[in-house]
């Protein structure tokens, strides 16, 4: 029958539960039973258990079971330590490494080497016995379930001090465990998450990619406020070399940096780039528009982080851009933004240019901008700080009600209007911060909550990379599998000493036209 030497079948006894029924109904298993079997018969193997064993295996899901989660200690560089997880799956019939992921660093949640010592000792810990005992045997069939129980441990167990470092390391070592899994690459199984999808669909969107160049800002000693100068890449489709491409926007730099009046003196890095040591922002500003003009680079433009809360005088309202004696209010704000980008038209990207408790001063930029600079896409870190619901307040406007649609061209409704979202601001751009959000299901659902916005209150993403040189290169991943517009990635100056390499990704099944291959910088020591 069927080809079968014999054919198993349910006996319909009372002293079958129902419920077993049903379940052996449901998975097919009398099916499955009965071609393991015939087909142990027919082949013959020596080893007939190990043989079934393979049978179910190959005809399984196959979804990893986590064993446990090892922790340890290594070294970012010469300065910086912090801390590694491996985890260990049962897949395939054995317990093996399915992924490694080195925990998010920062000046905030990182460990220092001298210092803290003690508090990654503690994380290692509570990694090693109440997080992997909290996953110990269960399934990993995605990456909600575990970031769940993630938040669900801290709720529980506030004395683990469970920290967003913890949880971020875990839940994206876990989620690299599943990708491994599924068979994927990271970025489709991000993607996969986000559509909560079993296929990965076709690609939307490709991040342009923000390289930082200059820093300056109090803590690196710079004259000037702003935080970053970045190159924004947009080159990623088509024939460009983007290695080639970086690394001569790098040399370039150098060259101009060290062409300037401290000569070598004045090439100082830090976190990967270069230290504004220039006196004015114009200098800095020059130093990239003439690095973009000698590469002859046409795909590359310039943002900038102002992080303008560092220089607001929350009692006077104003800003101090060049010291207590000289203050901007809003309006002089505004002019001075406006100014500097008539003067430097390669700038096409602003993050932070108002203070987070300057509401009025974001009105105003906003208004300007639409009227004047449509191509600038403004950005916003400060103040939301990664919370969905904190974007929501600030974002969604409010309609007032009780007007006729005759009546809403009126001033009374506009007055109404302004009264109602005085505290509302829409920014193009929201930043979110990988070392920020407590897991990767968080990032996820962040994207997804600025996608099913109204459209004419949809922003988009921006990801941002640690603030340091690494190998890791899971945020390219995570940019591209949550369709982000840009990936901010800590510089590249020591360029001479790694090996830039091209993650291809391209599609069989896309048009020829729309393949590309991009957009990942993964750094690998030589």
């Not at 064993?67 to 054995?94: M, P, W």
């Not at 851009?321 to 704000?333: I, L, N, R, T, V």
Request: hydrophobic share 35%; charged share 25%.
């Amino acid at each position: 029958y069927m080809g079968y030497y014999f054919e198993l079948e349910m006996v319909d006894s009372p002293l079958i539960p129902q419920d077993i029924k049903e379940y052996i109904k449901k998975n097919k298993l009398i099916e499955i039973l009965n071609k393991g079997v015939n087909e142990i018969f027919r082949s013959k193997p020596a080893d007939p258990l190990t043989a079934f064993s393979n049978y179910f295996l190959q005809n399984s899901e196959n979804i990893p079971i986590l064993d446990h989660i090892e922790a340890r200690e290594i070294y970012l560089n010469e300065y910086i330590k912090t801390i590694e997880i491996t985890v260990y799956c049962l897949f395939s019939g054995q317990v093996q490494i399915l992924a490694k992921h080195a925990f998010s660093y920062t000046a905030k949640t990182g460990f220092n080497i001298d210092a803290d010592n003690e508090s990654m000792q503690t994380a290692s810990g509570v990694i090693q016995t109440s997080v992997s005992k909290s996953l110990h045997s269960r399934p990993l069939p995605n990456s909600k379930t575990v970031d769940e129980i993630l938040i669900q441990l801290r709720g529980e167990s506030p004395e683990l001090n469970l920290g967003d470092n913890i949880t971020v390391a875990v839940s994206y070592g876990i989620a690299k465990a599943i990708a491994r899994g599924k068979g994927l690459p990271l970025y489709k199984y991000i993607s996969c998450c986000q559509r909560n999808s079993s296929s990965f669909g076709e690609v939307s969107r490709i991040p342009k990619l923000m390289l930082t160049c200059l820093r300056g800002g109090k803590t690196n000693n710079s004259k000037f406020k702003f935080t970053k100068f970045m190159f924004i890449y947009e080159g990623a489709i088509g024939k460009h070399n983007v290695v080639k491409d970086v690394n001569l926007l790098y040399s370039t730099a150098r060259k101009q940096l060290a062409a300037g009046k401290q000569g070598e003196a004045g090439i100082k890095t830090v976190s990967g780039s270069f230290v504004c040591l220039m006196d004015t922002i114009g200098e800095a500003l020059k130093i990239l528009e003439e690095s973009i003009k000698a590469s002859k680079l046409p795909n590359v433009k310039i943002g900038i982080v102002c992080n303008a809360g560092e220089v607001f005088n929350e009692g006077s309202g104003k800003y101090e851009m060049e010291g207590p004696k000289s203050q901007f209010d809003c309006s002089q704000m505004v002019e001075y933004y406006m100014k500097f980008l008539n003067e430097h038209p390669l700038v096409c990207y602003l993050e932070d240019p108002m203070a987070e408790k300057n509401l009025p001063g974001w009105h105003e930029l906003a208004a300007r901008m639409r009227a004047e600079k449509g191509d600038i896409d403004i950005g916003c870190n400060n103040c939301f700080g990664n919370s969905a619901k904190k974007i929501g307040e600030l974002t969604t406007f409010k309609i007032p009600e009780g007007f006729p649609e005759e009546k809403k061209q009126e001033e009374e409704y506009t007055t109404k209007y302004e009264e109602l979202n005085a505290e509302k601001f829409l920014p193009h751009i929201v930043t979110a911060d990988t070392n920020k959000l407590s897991t990767l299901t968080g990032m996820i659902d962040l994207a997804n909550s600025l996608e099913s916005r109204k459209i004419e209150e949809r922003m988009n993403l921006l990801v941002s990379d640690y603030d340091f040189e690494t190998e890791d290169s899971s945020v390219i991943d995570l940019a591209f599998g949550i369709r982000a517009k840009y990936v901010n990635v800590s510089g590249l100056t020591q360029y001479e000493h790694i090996r830039l390499s091209l993650i291809h990704i391209s599609e069989p099944t896309r048009p020829l036209y729309i393949s590309y291959a991009v957009f990942c910088l993964k750094k690998k020591k030589e």
